[in-house]
């Protein structure tokens, strides 16, 4: 899905989804002091299933400046696997 309307408030950046029969997303962005940001979002689900929540778009930093990254599983196997061989 893609937002269909950002707005920017003094804390945060919000981030407006249309409805979706299955389920109905919120996310936003908040804003911290110097250039911290954390994204948060919230999935309403209205029928039964598998849901998952994906973002693409995230800025470049070096990694020296990131205090947390979360890296999917298969990522993390294939780091994994290729540090033993």
């Given at each position: ?7 920017d408030?003094k ?7 249309p409805?979706?029969a ?11 002091a ?5 994204l ?6 209205k029928?039964?299933?598998?849901y ?6 995230a800025p470049?930093?070096d ?7 979360w890296?999917p599983l298969?990522?993390t196997?294939?780091?994994y696997r290729?540090?033993?061989?």
């Amino acid at each position: 899905m893609t937002a269909r309307k950002i707005v920017d408030t003094k804390d945060s950046v919000l981030l407006l989804f249309p409805d979706h029969a299955w389920f109905s997303l919120k996310a936003w962005v908040s804003k911290k002091a110097g250039d911290q940001i954390s994204l948060h979002f919230l999935l309403t689900v209205k029928k039964d299933g598998f849901y998952s929540v994906g973002y693409v778009g995230a800025p470049s930093f070096d990694k020296d400046m990131v205090e947390e990254l979360w890296q999917p599983l298969i990522w993390t196997e294939n780091v994994y696997r290729n540090s033993r061989t």
